[in-house]
């Protein structure tokens, strides 16, 4: 699914180096999801006939209620990054932003040879 994260204006410059066709990871809050409780330790998901305990599956209700994405942006216009592979609700608070790190080459701050399109 497509969409658009909006951030908060004072963080816009920490948004110069994002580029369509990179790929983000994305921490934000479960904010609508229910309060945690032990029973929840152990959820069935829909697609599956057994449970499963809830670090190996992707609940929202969760003990921490923090969710990760990993989302290909689109494009970028001043503090809205469009993406794609969306997951969350409208409003949905996002907590952090990061580069998708898939090895020592595609990180920004390695001090040797980058992968092309890495910043």
């Not at 216009?77 to 580069?99: F, Q, S």
Request: proline letters at 12%; one cysteine or more.
């Amino acid at each position: 699914m497509e969409g658009t994260l909006e951030i908060l204006p004072e963080y816009t410059e920490g948004l110069s180096d994002i580029r369509a066709g990179q790929r983000i990871v994305v921490l934000f809050h479960f904010h609508k999801s229910p309060p945690f409780i032990p029973q929840l330790l152990k959820q069935t998901p829909p697609n599956r006939d057994t449970a499963l305990g809830v670090f190996s599956i992707c609940s929202p209700r969760r003990p921490n209620a923090i969710g990760l994405s990993v989302l290909e942006v689109i494009s970028k216009d001043v503090n809205r990054i469009r993406v794609r592979g969306l997951d969350m609700i409208d409003g949905t608070p996002i907590l952090d932003i990061k580069p998708h790190i898939e090895d020592q080459d595609s990180c920004p701050s390695y001090p040797g040879p980058r992968r092309e399109g890495t910043p």
